[in-house]
T-cell receptor, first 115, second 115 residues
Framework: SAVISQKPSRDICQRGTSLTIQCQVD?????MFWYRQQPGQSLTLIATANQGSEATYESGFVIDKFPISRPNLTFSTLTVSNMSPEDSSIYLC????????????FGPGTRLTVT | AQKITQTQPGMFVQEKEAVTLDCTYD???????LFWYKQPSSGEMIFLIY??????QNATEGRYSLNFQKARKSANLVISASQLGDSAMYFC????????????FGKGTSLLVTP
């Protein structure tokens, strides 16, 4: 399987600021997704990152709060805007490759704490 | 409605024993995939095993096997010969082709392997 990296791995941010998380894959992928995992909870899909077009957001998530870019087949960013303590979570990107059995793999995650 | 149900919030198993983690799912799609992931305390999501709805044989990956009972809509994970390093959260997830390929996760089961 390919290598998926995320930057930063963790951060502590002040409320009202924004943080951009990067997800990089070392081979081309068909699908990229962003998930949020709040403390002690399961994973919730934020959006599907579409290459060359606007992301597709799930109910409860909006572009102004979580803008996403995907300029090519190996890279995507998620920005958490105007942060509040409720945004403290692990943010994970996942990818699905162009060939094979459509298994999905996750990056190592970004652990965000908002104070 | 909950699409993935994991009824065991916590499980204990002794080292070298086998353990079964339960997962039931709800879908009206004919084509879907079922996944199991391991999440240690570090927060990364480690892909363990995948079962496609059309796969006739139960999936196996080393010490992991998936007991797939389609008529009962269950996809239980069996870990054989448990090791101390297996202590982690385990998540069952489903991808429905009709729902855009993103994963829908259960609430997870915390597994503790004791010496």
């Amino acid at each position: 399987s390919a290598v998926i990296s995320q930057k930063p791995s963790r951060d502590i941010c002040q409320r009202g600021t924004s943080l951009t998380i990067q997800c990089q894959v070392d081979s081309q992928v068909t699908m990229m997704f962003w998930y949020r995992q709040q403390p002690g909870q399961s994973l919730t899909l934020i959006a599907t990152a579409n290459q060359g077009s606007e992301a597709t957001y799930e109910s409860g998530f909006v572009i102004d709060k979580f803008p996403i870019s995907r300029p090519n087949l190996t890279f995507s960013t998620l920005t958490v805007s105007n942060m509040s303590p409720e945004d403290s979570s692990i943010y994970l990107c996942s990818v699905e490759f162009t060939s094979g059995r459509r298994e999905q793999y996750f990056g190592p995650g970004t652990r965000l704490t908002v104070t | 409605a909950q699409k993935i149900t994991q009824t065991q919030p916590g499980m204990f198993v002794q080292e070298k024993e086998a353990v079964t983690l339960d997962c039931t799912y709800d879908t009206s799609d004919q084509s879907y995939g079922l996944f199991w992931y391991k999440q240690p305390s570090s927060g990364e999501m480690i892909f363990l095993i995948y079962q496609g709805s059309y796969d006739e044989q139960n999936a196996t990956e080393g010490r992991y096997s998936l007991n797939f009972q389609k008529a009962r809509k269950s996809a239980n994970l069996v870990i054989s010969a448990s090791q101390l390093g297996d202590s982690a959260m385990y998540f069952c997830a489903m991808r429905e082709v009709g729902a855009g390929y993103a994963l829908n996760f259960g609430k997870g089961t915390s597994l503790l392997v004791t010496p």
